[in-house]
Each structure stands twice: as C-alpha cells, then as structure tokens.
C-alpha cells in the first residue's frame, strides 16, 4: 500500500541545535513531493515542493533535500518561532495529496 | 494569509444530522481539494474539484459530497453524521488542479456529539 511515514513524531531541541526530519515514501510514480508547517488551530502552511532525486530547496533555516526514496527537512539553528508541526505530502496520481503523520518539533528556548 | 476562506470556524452537531461546510478559494484558482484531519493526524484527501466537475476522490463514503461554483468557492456536504467525522477540516485550492501548490484555509473544526 502506498504510504508516507515521518519520524520522529515528536521531536524538542534548545534554540540553536540542529536537527532533521525525515519523510519517507512507498508510493510508485511520485510526481513530487511538498513539505507544510501546520501551527496549532491553523492550516498548513506552504514550505516546499521537491520533484527529482537530488533536488534541494532552501529557506531560512530550513532546507529540504529528496532522494529515490525519502526526503529530509533540515533544520539549522532553530529559533523557538520554528515550533510548529511539520507535514509532508506525495503527490501522486492524477490529483491526490498523501500526507504522512506530521513531526511535531518543539524548539526550547 | 493564503486567500483561502471557511466558514464556520467551529461547529457541534449531534449524530444523524447533516452538514455544510464552505470554501471560497484564492484568488484565480479554479481547483480545490478538501481533506479531513483528525486530532495529531496528517490531512487525509476526501475530494477534488477542478472547474466545478469532481476530479478525484478518496477513501470516503458517499455520504460525503461536495460541490464547486461558477466562481469556484465549493462546498463540503456531510449526512448522517458519525461520531467518527469530528474532526479538522481543510479546504486548499490550487491552479488546474494537478501538480500545482495547494493553498490550505484555516479549516473548520467539527465536533459531532
């Protein structure tokens, strides 16, 4: 069954640790894959559209990488303002948006 | 701010009822997708519509159905209300549907008791 997994669920650094997140994904033919901040009681958020192996973005403290097989959210130095929930999602088939579970990152301050 | 609107922002309905939740997309967007989430879940993919003609749907049941406007705002339409239904939803709307970046609204929270 296709399938996207984030991990860890839940993640709490000190301001100025870096870390990473991870996407990983099943789904055949991916069209390409988006990265979302979701604050608590709001929408998600647009960060990110990767669509080839080895494409990366950058924005911020925040840079997103893709391979054949997962992606990563990069995190340098965060702030505690980076507290958020952080969602990926594969586009894959005709329209559909499979989101995985979320990383829930809380940055201490 | 995305330009995405929902309306309400909370509702409470007993099980049985019936309900409408609305959207109205951004600004020169003909296609919007809505997307149930429940508590400390990702957003699951209900239904799509792109120049008011559903173009895809999810694992949802019947009892979900929806509609798109001339002027692309849509509507969510949910009977025989469960239990199970509580929860986050989001309405996003895009360009021509397909790859393009969707654009999430606030969402509207539903509780059914």
């Known amino acids: 069954e296709d399938q996207v997994t984030q991990s860890p669920e839940a993640l709490r650094l000190q301001e100025g640790e870096s870390s990473s997140l991870n996407c990983s994904y099943t789904?055949?033919?991916?069209?390409?894959l988006f990265w979302y901040r979701q604050d608590p009681g709001k929408g998600p958020e647009f960060l990110f559209t990767l669509y080839s192996a080895g494409e990366e973005k950058e924005k911020e403290r925040l840079k997103a990488t893709l391979t054949k097989k997962e992606s990563f959210l990069h995190i340098t130095a965060p702030k505690p303002e980076d507290s958020a929930t952080y969602l990926c999602?594969?586009?894959?088939?005709?329209?559909?948006?499979?989101f995985g579970q979320g990383t829930r990152l809380t940055i201490n301050p | 701010e995305t330009g995405v609107t929902q309306s309400p922002t909370h509702l409470i309905k007993t099980r049985g009822q019936q309900v409408t939740l609305r959207c109205s997309s951004q600004s020169g967007h003909n296609t919007v997708s809505w997307y149930q989430q429940a508590l400390g879940q990702g957003p699951q993919f209900i239904f799509q519509y792109y120049r008011e003609e559903e173009n895809g749907r999810g694992n949802f049941p019947p009892r979900f159905s929806g509609l798109q406007f001339p002027n692309y705002s849509s509507e969510l339409n949910v009977n025989a209300l469960e239990l199970d239904d509580s929860a986050l939803y989001l309405c996003?709307?895009?360009?021509?549907?397909?790859?393009?970046?969707?654009?999430f609204g606030a969402g509207t929270r539903l509780s059914v008791l």
């Open positions: 996003a709307s895009s360009l021509d549907g397909g790859l393009n970046i969707q654009y």
């Open positions: 789904v055949s033919g991916l069209r390409g």
């Open positions: 999602a594969v586009h894959w088939g005709a329209q559909k948006l499979v």
